[in-house]
T-cell receptor, first 112, second 111 residues
Framework: DTAVSQTPKYLVTQMGNDKSIKCEQN?????MYWYKQDSKKFLKIMFS???????INETVPNRFSPKSPDKAHLNLHINSLELGDSAVYFC???????????FGEGSRLTVL | GENVEQHPSTLSVQEGDSAVIKCTYS??????FPWYKQELGKRPQLIID?????GEKKDQRIAVTLNKTAKHFSLHITETQPEDSAVYFC??????????FGTGTRLTVIP
């Protein structure tokens, strides 16, 4: 069983479009995250959700919006895509508090 | 917020030699320091972590050291093998599920 799964794995789209990436975890964790990894491999936190409440938002443009229908899901919506949004987006989950992050396989977004 | 610096950015070693990666952090409130390994095209995975009440931790060929006074921590890999080749990330967490990653070190183990 996949612990943290995200779809799609690859996404190619045009500038200006709106897209979503879905994430689900079956670990029963309380906290879920979205990280962005750019071409230089830098991993930067975008959002985290704990019990349906956003607790982190690190200078992310408001074109990006996380949506959590329940504790096991945290989807990422991106409006008006820009070239600079091209990256690998990783979903992750944890029990909450300092501890191991379990990452999904990543979703490679390419904006043309 | 927390600022984590990591060095070197690339590291090449001969198989069997040791590799050391160093990180510094800025926020004295940070209390959890994990290390993640990311193989090419794969997800980051935790390989070892250390909490602020411990100075050193070892797991087979991997060890981490933490100096809270100096705000730096290091990863040591002994008897390196080709399968150790990957990108390694240090991270620091201040609490509130706020984990900041270093910029990564690409380790290449030459057979």
């Amino acid at each position: 069983d996949t612990a943290v799964s995200q779809t799609p794995k690859y996404l190619v789209t045009q500038m200006g479009n709106d897209k979503s990436i879905k994430c689900e975890q079956n670990l029963g964790h309380d906290t879920m995250y979205w990280y962005k990894q750019d071409s230089k491999k830098f991993l930067k936190i975008m959002f985290s959700y704990n019990n349906k409440e956003l607790i982190i938002n690190e200078t992310v443009p408001n074109r990006f919006s996380p949506k959590s229908p329940d504790k096991a899901h945290l989807n990422l919506h991106i409006n008006s895509l820009e070239l600079g949004d091209s990256a690998v987006y990783f979903c992750a989950s944890s029990r909450g508090g300092p501890g191991e992050l379990f990452f999904g396989e990543g979703s490679r977004l390419t904006v043309l | 917020g927390e600022n984590v610096e990591q060095h070197p950015s690339t590291l090449s070693v001969q198989e069997g030699d040791s590799a050391v990666i160093k990180c510094t952090y800025s926020d004295s409130a940070s209390n959890y320091f994990p290390w993640y390994k990311q193989e090419l095209g794969k997800r980051p995975q935790l390989i070892i972590d250390i909490r602020s009440n411990v100075g050193e931790k070892k797991d087979q060929r991997i060890a981490v050291t933490l100096n809270k006074t100096a705000k730096h921590f290091s990863l040591h890999i002994t008897e390196t093998q080709p399968e150790d080749s990957a990108v390694y990330f240090c991270a620091a967490e201040t609490g509130a599920n706020n984990l900041f990653f270093g910029t990564g070190t690409r380790l290449t183990v030459i057979p």
